[in-house]
């Protein structure tokens, strides 16, 4: 788990490439739908739900971390340990929200490459989170026991 790298001194260049990934499957959904009719009328109403689902679960994430909020993946001196509100159900809730309205948008759009990149975010942040949790492993002795009880990315699901 250790080999991951920190990729800057409080993960800068996570932050970076996260940014990068959500421009391109923002923009892979503008380039127009692959899929019409009845099919686009079904996966975009999943893609509104899945929207608004993960719109509820990143804005929750970002009001219960309150003082700790950081953008950077390396947790800021003064913060402490966040085990409640939604971070009693998943530890990067906020990455959660992202993963699945990334998958709102690809579906609301119909654009197979916003999927396939939205998958390619899911992977991306199962990486991230494991660099973030060895420096929240380091700050938080109770971080594992956390961790243990806890889901990583989205409540109810592995």
């Given at each position: 788990m250790n080999r991951l790298p920190s990729l800057g001194p409080r993960g800068e260049g996570w932050v970076a490439i996260q940014f990068v990934l959500l421009a391109a499957i923002v923009a892979a959904g503008l380039l127009g739908p692959a899929?019409?009719?009845?099919?686009?009328?079904?996966?975009?109403?999943?893609?509104?739900?899945?929207?608004?689902?993960?719109?509820?679960?990143?804005?929750?994430?970002?009001?219960?971390?309150?003082?700790?909020?950081?953008?950077?993946p390396y947790p800021r001196p003064d913060a402490g340990l966040v085990e409640t509100g939604v971070y009693a159900?998943?530890?990067?809730?906020?990455?959660?929200?992202?993963?699945?309205?990334?998958?709102g948008w690809g579906s609301l759009t119909a654009s197979p490459v916003a999927l396939g990149l939205a998958v390619l975010l899911l992977g991306f942040f199962q990486l991230k989170s494991?660099?973030?949790?060895?420096?929240?492993?380091?700050?938080?002795?109770?971080?594992?026991?956390?961790?243990?009880?806890?889901?990583?990315?989205?409540?109810?699901?592995g």
């Amino acid at each position: 788990m250790n080999r991951l790298p920190s990729l800057g001194p409080r993960g800068e260049g996570w932050v970076a490439i996260q940014f990068v990934l959500l421009a391109a499957i923002v923009a892979a959904g503008l380039l127009g739908p692959a899929w019409d009719g009845m099919a686009r009328l079904a996966t975009s109403l999943v893609g509104l739900g899945l929207l608004a689902a993960g719109l509820v679960l990143a804005v929750r994430g970002l009001r219960d971390l309150s003082d700790a909020l950081t953008p950077l993946p390396y947790p800021r001196p003064d913060a402490g340990l966040v085990e409640t509100g939604v971070y009693a159900h998943a530890r990067h809730p906020i990455y959660g929200g992202l993963i699945v309205g990334a998958f709102g948008w690809g579906s609301l759009t119909a654009s197979p490459v916003a999927l396939g990149l939205a998958v390619l975010l899911l992977g991306f942040f199962q990486l991230k989170s494991r660099r973030e949790e060895i420096w929240l492993v380091e700050r938080f002795p109770g971080y594992p026991a956390y961790r243990e009880r806890t889901r990583r990315l989205i409540p109810w699901i592995g």
